[in-house]
């Protein structure tokens, strides 16, 4: 078994959710993948039990295997952390980490078209029991939505010329790959837009994930359930990579800790990955780190 993706900002996630006593102490990571925040967790704390959540079943297999040797101490949950958040016991748990990127096995393995490098099918869903994907809405919705959902979460200054030119192509032919949106995207946007920082195709491709798996609408759920869940003097992490993400945790915390004053911000700015860590793990460059505390 290959494991591909690297646990961003691990030291700092270790070190704000250090225990003093791990006898009888729970950990829920929120988003497992392949477990590598996990993993550091159960090394370090013999007798911490980790709940795993992923809503993907292939990537949650690789956590699965990868913890065997643990038998019950890790015990991995198929569902979106907001579903599971919303029927846990009230302080059930310690520790609460949430790493909101989507994994390189995402890129890398998963075969959905999340790449725009690749000839896969336009898909992008986590959850692949669910019947709507990335194709139904670059086929299917109208120019003014497909407008709305790629400024809205892609932040995409030309989200209008996108969306012109994606419902122009499909009146020729339905847009069925990664590649052929990829394409069709790159002849669109300005020459100078083209051979920028990043790909002109990479803000579309997020928005499109998000819309897929209304990534956005379950932060807020989740983290106000978070809160709850949490024993008293217990800890919730947040790993953000990019600012929509960042916007909500940030606020909500924020507003919680005023109005609520359920919680203590333990980062009043975000947490950054080390220079090092940034050389080395190039995803990481836009990570941000906020930690809480239950009072």
């Known amino acids: 078994m290959e494991i591909l993706h690297y646990p961003v900002m691990h030291e ?28 550091l967790f159960l090394e370090r704390y013999p007798n911490l039990k980790v709940i795993g ?13 990868r913890f065997a040797s643990y038998g019950g101490r890790f015990t991995p949950v198929n569902t979106w952390f907001d ?11 310690d520790r609460i980490l949430f790493d909101l990127g989507i994994s390189i096995f995402h890129y890398q393995e998963s075969g959905r078209g999340f790449s725009f490098h690749s000839s896969e099918r336009l898909d992008m869903r986590l959850d692949e029991g669910q019947e709507f994907d990335a194709s139904d809405v ?6 003014q939505e497909l407008a709305d959902v790629i400024y809205r979460y892609g932040e995409e200054r030309y989200s ?21 949106l990829e394409n069709v995207i790159f002849h669109c946007v300005p ?9 002109p195709a990479t803000r579309t491709f997020q928005a499109l994930r998000i819309e897929v798996n209304r990534e956005l609408d379950r932060i807020e759920p989740a983290l106000k359930n978070a809160i709850r869940v949490l024993r008293p003097g217990g800890r919730i992490a947040v790993i953000t990579f990019h600012s929509l993400e960042d916007r909500i945790v940030k606020w909500f ?3 919680e800790e005023k109005d609520a004053s359920s919680i203590r911000i333990l980062t009043k700015k975000p947490v950054l990955p080390t220079q090092r860590e940034e050389e080395e793990n190039a995803p990481s460059r836009s990570a941000k780190l906020r930690v809480v505390e239950r009072i």
Do not use: M, P, W
């Open 12 to 39: 700092q996630v270790l070190d704000y959710l250090a225990l003093d006593d791990d006898s009888g102490k729970v950990l829920i990571d929120c988003t497992t993948g392949e477990g590598g925040h996990s993993a």
């Open 53 to 65: 959540l992923d809503r993907d079943r292939e990537i949650q297999k690789k956590a699965v295997e």
């Open 83 to 93: 579903s599971y958040l919303a029927g846990a016991e009230s302080q059930s748990a």
């Open 138 to 143: 670059v086929n299917g919705y109208g120019e």
């Open 160 to 180: 209008r010329r996108i969306a012109r030119a994606i419902v122009e192509e499909r009146k020729v032919r339905r847009i069925e790959t990664a590649s052929d």
């Open 191 to 199: 020459k100078e837009y083209r051979f920028g920082r990043i790909s």
């Open 253 to 255: 915390f924020k507003n």
